[in-house]
């Protein structure tokens, strides 16, 4: 399992699959490769840095616990943080998270949004 680091790789993801959760937003999308692949953005409207951060550490726990067991093979999962997410409990994310990861591997994503 590597990380995104590129923002091309992290634009692509968007146009990939996306299932909305109240702490976060999960897209995941094909890569093209054999191995899995995961980042993490968090946006200042969350918060200052100290928020940001621990936010993103919370996020990458939840990932290298679940990803191996639950991810999809081949794809790029990228989290990304919503405004009440830092003060959910992390056991109710940890659920979610695998709720979003088993409607992904089903193939079931969220409608598209509707542009304003």
Do not use: C, W
Request: charged share 30%; hydrophobic share 40%.
């Amino acid at each position: 399992m590597s990380v995104l680091t590129k923002r091309a790789d992290f634009l692509s993801a968007n146009r990939g699959m996306r299932i909305a959760r109240p702490g976060f937003v999960l897209l995941a999308r094909p890569n093209g490769l054999e191995q899995m692949r995961y980042g993490i953005t968090v946006t200042k409207k969350i918060g200052n840095a100290v928020v940001r951060n621990r936010m993103k550490r919370r996020f990458r726990e939840l990932l290298r616990a679940a990803l191996p067991a639950q991810g999809l093979a081949g794809h790029d999962h990228v989290l990304i943080g919503r405004e009440g997410g830092v003060e959910r409990d992390f056991t109710k994310l940890r659920e979610e998270l695998s709720a979003a990861l088993s409607r992904a591997a089903e193939g079931k994503g969220d409608p598209p949004r509707r542009r304003k």
